[in-house]
């Protein structure tokens, strides 16, 4: 559950009881038939898989797919598309802790694009600002537990290496969005 990270996805405050104590009930339930305890014994290992897995839930990282929802309900500017979802690293944290990419083609200039990001983004909740030493630009929910920042038209050149800077359509900029969890939310010491 913690190692391929399902108490992490989206829906992990599901999957995880749904693994753990229902496929343990039934797995105990299939294993004790014709024990007098049968029922006991199911309902010891569901409590003790709900447990477990609302631990695990906690402990887990993020996975992408729940890092990708933090972002949902912003309503992105008309004739937005999604073109990519990059997902990286993993529920170990060997060699980084799971993140992801969102990237999008919207429709406009760059300067157009970023007004209708920053509109987006206020507009559901979240506060909008230049992130420090970067051209990205730095949002925050409003119960400041998730952040997200957005490049517009990335530039991607390293030295010696082919150009990979992603080139959207005529008419299009290519934005990508990448949400997180608060790495310093609200209470927490030395923050």
């Known amino acids: 559950m913690f190692v391929f990270g399902v108490a992490g ?17 039934s797995l105990t339930w299939l294993l004790f038939k014709g024990h007098p305890r049968r029922r006991p014994a199911a309902w010891a290992v569901v409590g003790i898989g709900t447990v477990l897995a609302a631990g695990l839930w906690a402990v887990t990282p993020p996975m992408p ?51 209708g990001l920053i509109d987006a983004f206020r507009s559901d909740g ?8 970067t051209s990205r630009l730095h949002a925050v929910s409003s119960d400041r537990s998730k952040v997200a920042s957005f490049t517009i038209n990335p530039r991607y050149v390293g030295e010696g290496e082919p150009d990979q800077t992603p080139i959207a359509p005529p008419g299009y900029v290519v934005v990508e969005i990448s949400p997180a969890e608060n790495p310093c939310p609200p209470g927490t010491p030395g923050c």
Do not use: K
């Open 65 to 115: 797919s729940r890092l990708a929802s933090y972002v949902s309900s912003v309503d992105l500017p008309p004739g937005t598309n999604l073109v990519q979802v990059m997902d990286f690293g993993n529920a170990l944290c060997f060699d980084y802790c799971p993140s992801v990419t969102l990237r999008y083609h919207i429709p406009g200039t760059p300067d157009e694009v970023e007004r």
């Open 9 to 25: 996805t989206r829906f992990g405050w599901v999957n995880a009881p749904a693994i753990l104590a229902g496929g343990g009930g």
């Open 126 to 133: 979240w506060s909008v600002e230049p992130a420090p030493y």
